[in-house]
């Protein structure tokens, strides 16, 4: 297990960010970090990149402490949302800091330069925000971490670069078995690249796991029936969200689809149609379910 | 401390480090251009480095503790492999390097073309007291930085407690002043010394380059190196167990805004109730609201909100009251029995002064200022120096002379206080030389002496007492005067 969050505590003043907070994210694995605004995405990786202390719990990457082990940082590259570039910083003199404190690859940065347009002497002042994100991305890269937390760093990003930084973290996955986490808004992109994710709220991860099972374990049912229903006729389901429009029923239902439709058949609807959801919806529902879902 | 880290510092801060190291030299060296005087140009380039080394002590922790003041910045650097420890040690280390290794090194440059008029062995003093006291001055001025959350307030910071030990001087003036009769200050200027590793670390320093700048005082080594532990103390609190995510927020630590706007307001509160308890003179209006006025924006400025809460008038309006009750207990129980207070110390010498304008046919009337200046008026000047002991053993003398100041006592009490008339008597101890002068006690007098304790302070060896005349500006013994009058 690369990493692992046990009890995580953390408050700001009387506000209770993180509450017992609970996580496993594998080797070679991309999570999606999800949540509402507030919800403590930003917080939580602060936490693992070793900025914040937490008030009680350990965050341990291949068993050491990320807060009380300073070298162990060394293998975590943390992009924030926003990244700190100091006055009349170039692409290249940013590079000092990386190279001293790191285990800098220089192949590796040249190599990622090239592949994000980017040139040493570029002023980062005058970049485009979509341009300083990759100048960030470039030296997450660089430094060949074991974990890449990216703070909302992936949004921002125009297609042609989201899909050459995929492709670069991909082949860091497959050759160094790296770890990334990616906190983001955009959970049609996270859905792209992700395989695992975990749902923050209330300071604690509700739910989380592989992305596709999870994805296949909850499904859109549409159904017609001769006479009208009610919510209380589905009680039996763990239903997610329900919807009636006449005699139409849509239903968003947790469990396998197979049992699910055995179940929905024996009430004789007239028209059963299975849709699958979108990690989008997913995250909906599963919010929507605990009373914190937007409509 | 960590290589890498300093490394890195040495890398990112070099163009500036070359720029300072080189315009230290010149500006130090120039002195030394077109002068005939090797020995005087070193004092003056010493005094230079040690000017600007005094200004890095303030510049220094604001460029390397920044980045704990905003956001981002504390998201990478605080996100290092290094521990918080280490990280300080390094910084502290470079900062140690800049200012104290350039102003070693400028010293033993400067000491080359004055090398037969210096002593090599004053260049190390110079240095080890340099070490000392640039080491806890960044210490102190880190860990006031250091308490504020962001950038700005951590310039007010290091500005507002620097200038702590001046205020207090300010107010205690002002307390000793108005409430205490006979005490015109005493030792007030080394009390607020001590509380101020600036003035302190001025003062030897200065003092081990030019002895004329008031000497070294060794006890001051003593107080900055404590300093210096309060300082590390400081950094350690609000630098290695820092939350990271005081970045960018208010700067309510109970040691910033929250004590520094209160801790003002109060001093200055009192100084006033004091002048105005003193002088009678409540009337102070216009100056009560400008201190409102500036304590409201200073809530301001910590609050970042133009909002006027109650608790702000609340807590203006219960400080002034509370500096006011301070002021009366303190003139109605004569500065809380600090006015009976009368130190002499045995070992030396008493100095009395005694001044006052009277009327030539009765040498106990005074006369008022305003009066013309004509052939009534005689100035009195009595000039007494007598070894502590010799005073104590003369009965007489003691008796007149402590009458005269408990004169002096009833009427800084009284309400005549402030009368217009020119009558004084001053009290102080200093060496057999005249040189050094302690416990000063001033008191204005109400009353002149009367002829008869004029006649058993001039029958004293240690005493003298002149007359001399408005008319013809001539100078008489109270024996001449006398006999000139026929008395």
């Known amino acids: 297990m690369m990493l692992r969050i046990e009890h995580l505590n953390k408050s700001f003043g009387s506000k209770n960010v993180l509450n017992d907070l609970n996580l496993k994210v594998n080797d070679s694995s991309i999570f999606g970090l999800v949540g509402i605004n507030g919800a403590g995405k930003s917080t939580l990786l602060r936490l693992i990149a070793g900025v914040y202390e937490a008030d009680g719990g350990t965050i341990l990457l291949n068993e050491h402490n990320t807060y009380l082990n300073p070298e162990c940082r060394a293998e975590i590259a943390f992009v924030p949302d926003e990244a700190y570039y100091p006055l009349g910083a170039t692409v290249g003199s940013l590079k000092l800091l990386y190279e001293t404190m790191y285990h800098f690859s220089e192949e590796a940065y040249q190599k990622y330069l090239k592949l994000f347009d980017l040139d040493e002497k570029m002023s980062v002042a005058n970049l485009s925000k979509g341009m300083k994100r990759r100048v960030s991305l470039l030296f997450a890269l660089a430094l060949k971490p074991k974990l890449i937390l990216l703070d909302e760093a992936y949004d921002g990003l125009e297609p042609l670069a989201r899909l050459r930084f995929k492709k670069a973290l991909s082949e860091l996955i497959e050759d160094e078995g790296?770890?990334?986490?990616?906190?983001?808004?955009?959970?049609?992109?996270?859905?792209?690249?992700?395989?695992?994710?975990?749902?923050?709220?209330?300071?604690?991860?509700?739910?989380?796991?592989?992305?596709?099972?999870?994805?296949?374990?909850?499904?859109?049912?549409?159904?017609?029936?001769?006479?009208?229903?009610?919510?209380?006729?589905?009680?039996?389901?763990?239903?997610?969200?329900?919807?009636?429009?006449?005699?139409?029923?849509?239903?968003?239902?947790?469990?396998?689809?197979?049992?699910?439709?055995?179940?929905?058949?024996?009430?004789?609807?007239?028209?059963?149609?299975?849709?699958?959801?979108?990690?989008?919806?997913?995250?909906?529902?599963?919010?929507?379910?605990?009373?914190?879902?937007?409509? | 401390m960590n290589k890498n880290y300093l490394k890195y510092l040495f890398k990112n801060y070099r163009i500036g480090l070359v720029f300072y190291a080189v315009l230290f030299l010149c500006i130090a060296g120039t002195p030394f251009i077109g002068s005939n005087n090797p020995g005087g140009s070193h004092s003056a380039a010493i005094e230079i480095m040690l000017a600007m080394s005094f200004a890095m002590t303030f510049v220094m922790p604001v460029i390397l503790f920044a980045f704990v003041h905003r956001r981002r910045s504390a998201d990478l650097f605080l996100a290092l492999p290094i521990s918080r420890k280490d990280q300080l040690l390094t910084n502290l280390l470079f900062a140690l390097i800049v200012v104290v290794g350039i102003f070693c090194l400028g010293n033993l440059i400067m000491w080359i073309p004055a090398a037969a008029y210096v002593s090599f062995t004053d260049v190390m003093r110079m240095c080890g007291a340099a070490i000392l006291c640039f080491t806890s001055l960044i210490l102190i001025h880190s860990a006031w930085y250091l308490i504020a959350n962001n950038i700005f307030d951590g310039v007010v910071m290091i500005g507002a407690w620097s200038a702590i030990p001046l205020l207090l001087y300010f107010t205690i003036s002002e307390f000793t002043s108005s409430m205490i009769a006979g005490r015109s200050g005493g030792n007030l200027f080394e009390i607020s010394m001590s509380l101020s590793p600036l003035a302190m670390s001025v003062r030897n320093l200065f003092s081990i380059n030019d002895i004329s700048n008031g000497g070294v005082v060794p006890a001051y080594f003593v107080l900055i190196l404590l300093w210096g532990v309060i300082g590390a103390l400081g950094v350690w609190k609000h630098f290695v167990r820092r939350k990271s995510e005081r970045a960018e927020q208010l700067s309510d630590d109970p040691l910033a805004y929250p004590l520094i706007i209160n801790f003002y307001a109060l001093f200055i509160l009192i100084a006033i109730a004091c002048a105005a308890v003193s002088e009678r003179s409540f009337e102070l209006i216009s100056i009560y609201l400008s201190l409102l006025f500036i304590y409201v924006v200073a809530q301001f400025v910590y609050r970042r909100k133009i909002k006027v809460s109650v608790k702000t008038l609340v807590t203006f309006g219960a400080m002034s009251l509370a500096a006011l009750i301070f002021a009366l207990a303190a003139f109605n129980t004569q500065g809380f029995g600090l006015a009976q207070r009368y130190t002499i110390d045995d070992n030396t010498h008493l100095h009395i002064s005694y001044n006052a304008m009277v009327y030539r046919d009765d040498l106990s009337r005074l006369v008022a200022r305003k009066y013309p200046l004509d052939g009534d008026i005689v100035w009195i000047n009595m000039d007494l120096f007598i070894p502590v002991k010799d005073y104590e053993a003369d009965e007489p003398l003691n008796s007149v002379l402590e009458k005269t100041r408990q004169n002096g006592i009833a009427y800084f009490y009284s309400d005549e206080r402030g009368a217009d008339i020119n009558c004084v008597i001053d009290f102080n101890n200093c060496d057999h030389n005249r040189q050094k002068y302690s416990n000063d006690y001033y008191y204005a007098l109400n009353e002149a002496i009367s002829l008869e304790d004029l006649k058993v302070i001039d029958s004293s060896p240690f005493s003298q007492i002149t007359l001399q005349t408005y008319e013809d500006d001539r100078t008489w013994t109270l024996k001449q005067w006398l006999e000139r009058n026929g008395d």
Request: with cysteine.
């Open chain 1, 178 to 295: 790296i770890s990334v986490i990616i906190s983001s808004h955009n959970l049609r992109e996270l859905e792209d690249i992700c395989d695992s994710f975990g749902i923050l709220e209330g300071g604690r991860i509700v739910s989380y796991g592989d992305l596709l099972e999870s994805k296949e374990m909850i499904n859109k049912y549409q159904l017609a029936f001769t006479d009208e229903k009610t919510k209380d006729d589905f009680k039996d389901f763990d239903l997610l969200h329900f919807e009636a429009e006449g005699r139409v029923i849509r239903l968003v239902v947790r469990g396998n689809t197979e049992d699910v439709m055995a179940k929905l058949n024996e009430m004789k609807p007239v028209l059963v149609d299975v849709l699958p959801v979108s990690f989008e919806e997913l995250f909906i529902y599963e919010l929507e379910s605990r009373g914190e879902g937007h409509e």
